[in-house]
C-alpha cells in the first residue's frame, strides 16, 4: 500500500523544482542517498554503534543535506502560495 501511495504523498515525486533547483538536487540527491542507505544498512545491522548517529547526522550536514531540503521547501512554498 505505501509503495502505490508514495508518489501521492511524497512531495520530492511531484514538486516542480525550477532549472536551478534541478541541479542542486541532481548534484546532492544522487550522493546523499547512497551515502545514507550504506550507514542506515549498518546501523541497522548493529555494524556500527548508534553512538555514531550525531556523527552521522553531522556527516549529512556537511554533505549539504540542508541545500538539497531548502530546496525542497522553495519548490514546496510556491505550491502552497
Do not use: C
Not at 547512497?34 to 553531522?58: C, H, I
Amino acid at each position: 500500500v505505501l509503495g502505490y501511495l508514495e508518489q501521492y504523498v511524497n512531495p520530492t515525486l511531484w514538486l516542480a523544482l525550477n532549472n536551478e533547483e534541478q541541479k542542486v538536487a541532481d548534484e546532492l540527491k544522487s550522493t546523499l542517498k547512497t551515502y545514507v542507505s550504506e550507514r542506515v544498512s549498518k546501523f541497522l545491522l548493529g555494524q556500527e554503534p548508534l553512538s555514531n548517529w550525531d556523527s552521522f547526522q553531522n556527516d549529512l550536514k556537511s554533505m549539504g543535506v540542508d541545500k538539497l531540503v531548502s530546496v525542497y521547501e522553495s519548490a514546496y512554498s510556491r505550491v502552497v502560495k
